[in-house]
């Protein structure tokens, strides 16, 4: 019998991303797959039921119905606890989970007796790179952070001269340099700004630095030992930080615009710039804060809000950035999916290996328990 895969709209706030399109519908088929769709799920990225019904899907407005027979549940945030109750044990449900924050949605899912994998987990392995969501979204919010950025600007990105007088380009500092900072880098760059960049991981300068950007960091014993094996930063001493801080500083009076993006899994995003380096900027700078929803890079940012302090500096912080370029990243995701799924369906059937090394690092729920080491109780 085929494997039965149902995919739901998303059910929470400001969520307009979808976790299949057209062109995925058709490949999952290819896999031997049914596809079940539930009604109005693309109209956020601007995909209209009955292109899904073209690719082979059936649109349903029975969700219900359609999850109690799913053998596969296919999401970008988290199931609902309504759309938890409807499962069928031993199901499998795919998804953005949030698992370190999200613990009452993992707990139900274990509840349920549900196989669930949380697509943030999947390890940055050269197999994983076409199923790693984290990148692929992460590389929209970078570029959808410097459109924002230009939006609030009161003044051009580059270097304009005409028969009135030269225009000065603009001054873009991004800190944190993963994917996102990349990204915001490039598109920073492609617009004419100045650019510069900081991060604590020294593999980044030279990457910084063939994107045409300058970098800038205290460089000493601790940076360049700041990188942990899967590529992600470390948690740096206070005494660096201090440092650190320092330098920033004083290159961030100086500055147009600030985009800061660092994140530690499964911690409280770092402080990179307080309330007083911020008084210190150019009134009508501003300031981009990707990490808002952990905890914030920038005192004073407020997640879904644009902050306008005394001294006139804008710290916008937008939430779900890729969701302000929905159509993209629903592509990108459900492309995401579509590989991880190839790794679940064999032959037309459903046969879970949990020793493969991308499945055992991603999956949070199985046999009624909690099984992720990162998410245990």
Do not use: W
């Not at 009161?154 to 500092?173: D, L, W």
């Not at 490039?186 to 991060?199: M, Q, S």
């Not at 948690?235 to 920033?248: I, N, V």
């Amino acid at each position: 019998m085929a494997v039965a895969i149902a995919v739901t709209r998303e059910r929470r706030d400001g969520e307009p991303r979808c976790a299949v399109t057209p062109e995925t519908v058709k490949k999952l088929l290819a896999l031997g797959a049914t596809v079940t769709v539930e009604a109005g799920t693309g109209l956020g990225s601007a995909i209209p039921d009955d292109d899904y019904v073209q690719a082979g899907a059936v649109v349903t407005k029975d969700t219900r119905a359609a999850v109690e027979r799913a053998d596969v549940v296919l999401k970008v945030r988290g199931p609902t606890a309504q759309e938890i109750s409807g499962l069928k044990p031993g199901a499998v449900v795919l998804a953005m989970l949030d698992a370190h924050r999200e613990k009452d949605t993992v707990a139900a899912l274990a509840g349920a007796d549900v196989t669930a994998f949380a697509m943030e987990f999947v390890p940055r392995i050269t197999r994983a790179q076409v199923m790693d969501v984290l990148s692929s979204q992460a590389n929209l919010a970078g570029y959808r952070a410097v459109i924002e950025a230009a939006y609030a600007y009161g003044k051009g990105f580059p270097m304009m001269m005409t028969a009135a007088g030269t225009v000065a380009a603009a001054k873009v500092f991004v800190m944190g340099v993963g994917v996102a900072g990349l990204q915001a880098i490039a598109t920073a760059r492609r617009l004419g700004a100045v650019v510069t960049a900081t991060d604590v991981r020294p593999a980044t300068k030279e990457q910084v630095e063939s994107l045409g950007a300058k970098f800038l960091a205290v460089e000493d014993e601790e940076f360049r030992n700041a990188q942990t094996a899967g590529g992600y930063a470390k948690p740096m001493s206070a005494e660096y930080q201090a440092k650190q801080a320092l330098l920033t500083g004083e290159h961030i009076k100086k500055q147009d615009i600030v985009i800061t993006t660092a994140l530690i899994p499964g911690r409280v995003a770092p402080r990179l710039i307080s309330a007083e380096q911020v008084a210190t900027m150019k009134r009508g700078s501003v300031i981009v804060d990707l990490a808002v929803e952990s905890g914030g890079n920038v005192e004073g940012a407020r997640p879904g809000e644009v902050v306008t302090t005394a001294n006139g500096i804008q710290i916008v912080g937008h939430t779900n950035l890729p969701g302000r370029i929905a159509a993209d990243a629903s592509a990108l995701y459900a492309r995401n999916l579509v590989a991880f799924i190839g790794l679940l369906v064999k032959d037309g059937t459903l046969a879970l290996d949990l020793e493969d090394e991308i499945l055992k690092a991603s999956v949070v729920t199985h046999g009624g328990a909690i099984v992720h080491e990162g998410i245990k109780p």
